[in-house]
C-alpha cells in the first residue's frame, strides 16, 4: 500500500497560503495607495508612507523566502514519501519471502515427521515380531529340556552307554537338572567312549560347567584349559575362554583373567563371548589393548 500523500491537496495548501501572503501584500500596498492619493501631507505623512513602503518591500522579501522554503520543504516531503514507498516494497517482499521460507520449512517438518513415525511404526512391529520368535524359541528349548528331562526320569536303564546320542543326552540332561557329578561321570565315558565325534569338545566343556557349577573353580579352569589345549577349532573354544576368565575372577587372579578376556576382545567378532569380554573389561576399567612399555631413558655419562 502506497504511502505518498495527494499531491493535489499538498499544491492546494502551498496555493492557500501563497493567496494569503499576496491579500496582505495587496492590502498593504492599497493602504499605500490611499494614503498616497493627493491631499495636503506634510513630513509625518511622508515619513510614515516611507516606512510603511520600506515594511512593503521587506514584506515581499519574506514572501519570496517563505515561497523558496515552501518548495524546498515540499521537495524534501516528496523525496521522504518516496523513501517511505521504497522502504515498505522492500519490507513487503522481504515478509513474502519468510513467509515463502516458513511455509516451505513447515512442510519439510511434516514430511521428515511422517517418515520418522513411519520408520518407528515398522521398527516397533519388526521388534514385536522379533520379541514372538524369541518367545517361541524358549519355548521350544524349555519343551526340549523337559522332554529330555522326562525321558531320563523314565527310562532310566534303556541307555545304551554304545550310543553317543543317548550317552550324551543323559548326561546333559542330569546336568540340567543340577547332578553335577553323574553328569561328570558320563561326559568322560562319553569322551573315552568316542573321543573323535563332533561332540566330543562339547562334552569336555560341560565337564568345565559342572565343575563350575559347584563352586569348584580351580578344577573347571583345569578343565577348560584341557578344551582350550586339546579342540583348538572348537565351537565352545570362546565359551571355555570366558568362563574360564570368570572362574580366575572368582579366584581373585586378576592378570590372568585379564589376560583371557583381552584374547576374546580381540576376536573382531560379534559373537556373545567377544561381546561379554569388552563389556567385562570395561566394568574392571581396563582397556582391551595392553599398554605398551615407555622406553627407559639413558642418562648421558658425566665426562671426569
Known amino acids: 500500500m502506497s504511502v505518498i500523500p495527494d499531491l493535489a491537496a499538498v499544491e492546494g495548501r502551498r496555493d492557500m497560503n501563497t493567496r494569503t501572503l499576496g491579500f496582505w ?6 493602504s499605500v495607495g490611499a494614503v498616497a ?22 514584506l515581499q522579501r519574506h514572501i519570496r523566502d517563505l515561497q523558496t522554503s515552501v518548495d524546498r520543504s515540499n521537495g524534501q516531503l516528496l523525496a521522504l514519501i518516496s523513501q517511505i514507498n521504497d522502504t515498505v516494497a522492500v519490507l513487503n517482499h522481504t515478509l513474502g519471502t519468510v513467509q515463502q521460507s516458513l511455509s516451505d520449512t513447515q512442510a519439510k517438518v511434516t514430511g521428515n515427521f511422517n517418515t520418522v513415525n513411519s520408520q518407528f511404526l515398522a521398527l516397533e512391529t519388526n521388534l ?25 526320569r523314565q527310562s532310566p536303564t534303556r541307555i545304551d552307554p ?11 540332561g542330569d546336568y540340567l537338572r543340577g547332578h ?20 566330543t569338545d562339547d562334552a569336555q566343556y560341560w565337564i568345565g560347567e559342572c565343575h563350575y557349577g559347584q563352586g ?13 589345549g586339546s579342540f583348538p577349532q572348537s565351537n565352545k573354544l570362546a565359551a571355555a575362554r570366558l568362563k574360564k576368565a570368570l572362574a580366575l575372577l572368582e579366584l581373585k587372579r586378576e592378570a590372568e583373567a585379564i589376560a583371557e578376556l583381552r584374547i576374546l576382545a ?21 582397556p582391551v589393548e595392553e599398554p605398551q612399555a615407555r622406553p627407559r631413558q639413558t642418562r648421558p655419562r658425566r665426562r671426569p
Not at 501584500?25 to 492599497?30: E, V
Not at 509625518?44 to 518591500?57: G, H, N
Not at 553335577?180 to 561332540?199: D, G, H, K, N, V
Open 25 to 30: 501584500l495587496a492590502l498593504a500596498l492599497i
Open 37 to 58: 492619493s493627493p491631499s495636503p501631507v506634510g513630513k509625518k505623512e511622508i515619513e510614515a508612507i516611507e516606512k510603511l513602503q520600506a515594511e512593503v518591500i521587506v
Open 128 to 152: 514385536r515380531s522379533a520379541t514372538e520368535k524369541i518367545a517361541q524359541v524358549s519355548d521350544q528349548i524349555a519343551g526340549l529340556r523337559e522332554t529330555i528331562a522326562e525321558w531320563q
Open 162 to 172: 554304545t550310543d553317543p546320542v543317548q550317552l550324551f543326552s543323559a548326561a546333559y
Open 180 to 199: 553335577y557329578e553323574l553328569a561328570i561321570a558320563q561326559f568322560q565315558q562319553f569322551i573315552e567312549r568316542f573321543p573323535s565325534l563332533e561332540t
Open 216 to 228: 569348584r573353580y580351580d578344577q573347571a579352569i583345569i578343565e577348560f584349559d584341557r578344551l582350550i
Open 266 to 286: 580381540k576376536g573382531g567378532t560379534n559373537q556373545p563371548e567377544t561381546l561379554a569380554a569388552r563389556q567385562r573389561l570395561e566394568q574392571m576399567g581396563v
